[in-house]
């Protein structure tokens, strides 16, 4: 495609639930990140993966939350049993190397509300 | 510790003037990138402009500039003949290691007809 997509674009669920979240990056980038931005806030760095690399998950939140990749394509973020505080935009991007100098494409994000 | 911080919450600017966007930042490394990303009501963020730190010559991109200050750490953002499609949330960022991003708490940028 020609932009990163996410899906759902709003996700709500009750409290103790599990959800998935989705990212399509770019075609052709290696490299794919998740942040999640709660409401007023910067950017939380969550977890990238680059190719069939070990993705680093320093910055996940607690166990409740995981993400897999399958090589350069299509990602999922899963939070199980959600609690009211994971309530936020997650937002996915991607880029061409997993490198500091490249710029990272983002996705509109899903707005996740857990009641 | 490496951060990145953004201390006006909010800006006003009138249609066609001239707001600067400022954002400081902590690093012990001695070459690296900065960025400007700019989050419409849409959510997605947009890259606005990104600076090399080992060039002296501040970026511009069309009706937007940066203003650099290495020894500072220092890295603002200038938007000159504001449109009301600037209207936004700006996020300064600085990559901390190969991949992870540092972004700032952002400000949010109103421009008044």
């Known amino acids: 495609g020609a932009g990163v997509s996410q899906s759902p674009s709003n996700k709500v669920t009750e409290k103790g639930k599990d959800v998935e979240l989705r990212c399509d990056p770019i075609?052709?980038?290696?490299?794919l990140y998740w942040y999640r931005q709660r409401l007023g806030q910067g950017l939380e760095f969550l977890i990238y993966?680059?190719?069939?690399?070990?993705?680093?998950k320093s910055g996940l939140p607690s166990d409740r939350f995981s993400a897999e990749r399958t090589g350069e394509s299509v990602s999922t973020l899963t939070i199980q049993r959600t609690q009211q505080e994971d309530s936020a935009v997650y937002l996915c991007?991607?880029?061409?190397?997993?490198?500091?100098?490249?710029?990272?494409?983002f996705g509109p994000g899903t707005r996740l509300t857990v009641l | 510790a490496q951060t990145v911080t953004q201390s006006q919450p909010e800006m006003s600017v009138q249609e066609a003037e001239t707001v600067t966007l400022s954002c400081t930042y902590d690093t012990s490394e001695s070459d690296y990138y900065l960025f400007w990303y700019k989050q419409p009501p849409s959510r997605q963020m947009i890259l606005v402009i990104r600076q090399e730190a080992y060039k002296q010559q501040n970026a511009t991109e069309n009706r937007f500039s940066v203003n650099f200050q290495k020894a500072a750490k220092s890295f603002s953002l200038k938007i000159s003949d504001s449109q009301l499609g600037d209207a936004a949330m700006y996020f300064c960022a600085y990559p901390a290691g190969t991949y992870k991003y540092i972004f700032g708490t952002g400000t949010r940028l109103k421009v008044l007809a």
């Open positions: 993966f680059q190719g069939n690399s070990a993705p680093d």
């Open positions: 075609s052709g980038h290696t490299a």
């Open positions: 991007a991607s880029s061409f190397n997993l490198l500091s100098t490249d710029t990272q494409y």
